[in-house]
């Protein structure tokens, strides 16, 4: 899905370089976004130790802190619970969050909770991810995200970056996958892109 989108700052700042950075461009209430991420999270879960995962939106900016999105209020309110919960928490907790949260995306916002409580062995506080959503770091969070988004010059949703290039996408069918895109493909693209020590058990297969 295509959609307005906005400017840099870098959101692997401080990150190792031996991390292979991920980074997908969503739209919270997305089909194309439940896609990706039902498919992939499980793998990024598996080489959360190898990885720097980044979600980033696309979405308008009509003026300073205040946003449009293409599905509405409560996309861009599921997509502020969600950029909370990963300046908030674990890149590990942010993942089994997102995992919960996108295979039901027609109840995003109102399943953030509910996902909350039953993914994170209530190590998520509701109560403060909702004090971040309500301020107005989630409006930073928000802009920074978007700014991400122009930088890399993503307008669909899901768009996949590796390494800060594009790696695959899904925009009601998948296309331009040089790798593959399948769950297997994916694991490859990653472990062939690490070059640090102690690789997981699931490159094993492709040493």
């Given at each position: 899905m295509i959609y307005q989108s906005f400017q840099f700052i870098n959101?692997?700042?401080g990150v190792s370089n031996n991390r292979v950075r991920v980074e997908f461009f969503v739209m919270s209430k997305c089909p194309d976004?439940?896609?990706?991420?039902t498919l992939f999270l499980p793998s990024l879960l598996k080489l959360s130790s190898i990885v720097n995962f980044t979600l980033s939106f696309i979405a308008g900016e009509?003026?300073?802190?205040?946003f449009s999105c293409m599905h509405g209020t409560d996309e861009c309110l599921g997509n502020k619970q969600q950029l909370c919960i990963q300046d908030m928490y674990s890149q590990a907790i942010f993942i089994k969050y997102l995992q919960c949260q996108s295979k039901h995306i027609m109840t995003i916002p109102n399943n953030g909770e509910q996902c909350a409580k039953t993914t994170s062995e209530n190590i998520i506080r509701w109560p403060d991810v909702q004090s971040c959503v309500n301020s107005n770091?989630?409006?930073q969070l928000f802009h920074k995200s978007l700014e991400r988004t122009r930088s890399a010059s993503v307008r669909k949703s899901c768009t996949i970056y590796l390494n800060e290039q594009f790696w695959c996408m899904h925009d009601g069918?998948?296309?331009s996958c040089s790798e593959g895109r399948d769950e297997?493909?994916?694991?490859?693209a990653i472990c062939s892109r690490y070059n640090?020590?102690?690789?997981?058990i699931e490159c094993a297969n492709f040493i």
């Open positions: 959101p692997m700042s976004a439940m896609k990706c991420e009509t003026k300073l802190n205040e770091r989630a409006n069918f998948w296309s297997m493909s994916f694991i490859r640090g020590k102690n690789k997981p």
